[in-house]
């Protein structure tokens, strides 16, 4: 008898295991499509610094307060984001000595 209970306590352990792991995907899955929608990657405003992700709303900056934010501008070729670093060209001369 003791036999076929530790068998069922083993079987519930292990379906509540795998229920709860399958509870965690399930919520992980949706958080993660709720962050899918945060926009700031795409707004001018985003500076793409750590420092200060955004000039408006620093603190809301890439976060899910940042759904629907009033403040959204799409991104144009000269917003501080999509600037790249400065590229030197080194220009050598050749001088000749006669």
């Known amino acids: 008898m003791v036999t076929v209970f530790c068998a069922l306590f083993a079987w519930v352990i292990i379906i509540l295991m ?3 792991i399958w509870l965690t995907l399930k919520n992980g899955i949706i958080h993660l499509r709720k962050l899918h929608q ?3 990657h795409s707004c001018d405003y985003f500076t793409n610094d750590y420092r200060l992700k955004c000039t408006i709303h620093p603190k809301k900056a ?3 307060q940042a759904i629907g934010c009033v403040d959204f501008e ?3 070729a000269t917003c ?3 600037q790249k670093g400065r590229t030197w060209k080194m220009v050598t001369t050749n001088l000749q000595h006669d």
């Open 18 to 20: 795998l229920w709860s």
């Open 38 to 40: 945060v926009p700031c």
């Open 62 to 64: 890439c976060s899910e």
């Open 74 to 76: 799409p991104k144009t």
């Open 80 to 82: 501080n984001a999509c």
